[in-house]
């Protein structure tokens, strides 16, 4: 069953954040990784839980693909320049079968 990765993110320093994108899909197309949605533009119909900044959607073939990205040696140091550069809220859900 698939899986998503979905990240809401507010930039904080936009012009370092390109260079995470640059870096983060190869290593998320290697995971099986699709990217869905990827900061698009949001039309907020309803916002009693949470309001999103800026939405990405990855696609994984399953939740092990999904987590064992999100995990991996060679996405840490990757995420490290999000982590500097955006806050962000990343949760992993399994999609319906």
Not at 8 to 25: I, P, R, S, V, W
Not at 47 to 71: C, G, I, K, N
Not at 79 to 92: E, G, P, Y
Request: charge should be negative; charged fraction near 25%.
């Amino acid at each position: 069953m698939a899986a998503y990765v979905i990240v809401d993110t507010q930039l904080l320093n936009a012009e370092a954040y390109e260079e995470y994108k640059a870096l983060a899909k190869p290593i998320v197309e290697s995971y099986g990784g699709v990217y869905r949605v990827r900061g698009g533009e949001m039309q907020v119909r309803e916002s009693d839980l949470w309001t999103p900044s800026r939405l990405v959607v990855v696609e994984f073939p399953s939740r092990e693909q999904a987590v064992a990205f999100a995990e991996s040696p060679e996405y840490a140091p990757v995420a490290k320049i999000r982590h500097a550069n955006a806050k962000c809220t990343l949760v992993i859900v399994d999609g319906c079968e």
